[in-house]
């Protein structure tokens, strides 16, 4: 019932940016959490960053800290991510998720998923 759809994604080099959006759809959208996985070959999917909807509370794995942010824009339905001083280690696919329960951290946990975006890093 609800679709999340991811854009942005690309080739940048080291140290350059990007700024990663999911639009969010559907009847009654109101997740408590909105958060942000990456995912390389071969590696289990892992926490990149997350916000609360309502109170727009900001969490992030310690890899992103200072480097990317998380943001919301309610009337649109849209999270974004923005990633600055990008590193080839950052190289993935990137996934949109929405979750209704607290975990925040556990990909398992989130309900509605997104179907990914490229992003590559190039040194």
């Known amino acids: 019932q609800v679709q999340l759809v991811e854009s942005g994604g690309g080739l940048v080099q080291a140290g350059g940016s990007l700024r990663l959006s999911c639009a969010a759809s559907g009847r009654t959208f109101t997740p408590y959490h909105m958060g942000w996985f990456r995912q390389i070959p071969g590696k289990e999917r892992e926490f990149v960053a997350a916000?609360?909807?309502?109170?727009?509370?900001?969490y992030y794995a310690a890899s992103v800290k200072g480097r990317f942010t998380i943001s919301r824009d309610k009337a649109k339905n849209t999270v974004y991510l923005q990633m600055n001083s990008l590193k080839p280690e950052d190289t993935a696919v990137y996934y949109c998720?929405?979750?209704?329960?607290?975990?925040?951290?556990?990909?398992?946990?989130?309900?509605?998923w997104g179907q990914g975006t490229q992003v590559t890093v190039s040194s």
């Open positions: 916000l609360s909807w309502s109170g727009g509370n900001t």
């Open positions: 998720a929405a979750e209704k329960d607290t975990y925040i951290y556990t990909p398992s946990m989130y309900d509605y």
